[in-house]
């Protein structure tokens, strides 16, 4: 049995790289807004038996639950590494022989995308990360089975899990997803989305704050 993770910690606490460009209040509504995006293209999901979301937050457990989708409450976050670890354990002990951790900040992901992933053929022990953008990063993650190494989530996570898996046994495989390598971090990570045109509740969100004429990188106010 295969499952989709998707991790969500308190916005209020998220998205400090943004605070250049983006007041607390704004960073807030776009973490929802990536939210909103994501778990609706996990609710188009078909190649999994489960979609879980983990978090402390309460407005996310709503909406997951509206969704049809199961929760693992969190009464305490310490880091995107121990949710994911903590919530993968309980999930192969409930018999679930592969999980696809998520970002809750890629916004342009599609359904298809994350089927395409699920499909992919692993013989376990293994795993297959999608790099991020910059290629350093770690944006999607399956392993088989799902303890198979520990997470390293943060800089230079992509060379991280690669050396687990190899310290684990495990085959390790890197897939380019585009869709899924962009995360929204920095304002490099905003000017690239907002430069993309795609009509999400992010975008959306983004052009009411009118976040474009704060991005040197854009040149123009996008429209």
């Keep these: 049995m295969k499952a989709l993770l998707i991790p969500l910690k308190d916005p209020s606490r998220g998205k400090t790289r943004l605070a250049s460009c983006l007041s607390e209040e704004e960073r807030q ?9 994501v778990t ?12 879980v979301i983990v978090s402390s937050y309460a407005p996310a457990i709503h909406r997951a639950r509206l969704l049809g989708f199961d929760v693992i409450v969190e009464e305490h976050q310490f880091s995107e590494s121990e949710s994911v670890d903590s919530a993968s354990a309980a999930l192969a002990a409930k018999g ?14 599609r359904s298809d995308d994350i089927d395409e992933l699920l ?9 297959l990360l999608v790099a991020s953008r910059e290629g350093t990063g770690t944006n999607a993650i ?10 390293r989530f943060g800089p230079n996570s992509l060379a991280l899990h ?21 995360d929204i971090d ?26 474009a004429s704060r991005l040197p990188e854009l040149g123009k106010t996008a429209q």
């Design 29 to 37: 509504a776009l973490t929802w807004a990536m939210f909103e995006d």
């Design 40 to 51: 609706e293209a996990a609710a188009g999901v078909t190649q999994c038996e489960a979609i």
């Design 96 to 109: 679930f022989d592969a999980v696809m951790r998520l970002p809750a900040d890629v916004p342009l992901v």
């Design 119 to 127: 499909t992919r053929e692993l013989s376990a022990p293994a795993a």
């Design 142 to 151: 399956i392993r088989t089975p799902p303890t198979v190494f520990p997470s």
């Design 162 to 182: 690669t050396k687990e898996a190899a310290k684990a046994g495990a085959q390790c495989l890197v897939a380019n997803y585009p869709r899924l390598a962009l």
């Design 186 to 211: 920095d304002a490099s990570d905003l000017a690239a989305f907002l430069e993309s045109g795609e009509r999400t509740r992010t975008f959306h969100a983004l052009s009411k704050m009118n976040a």
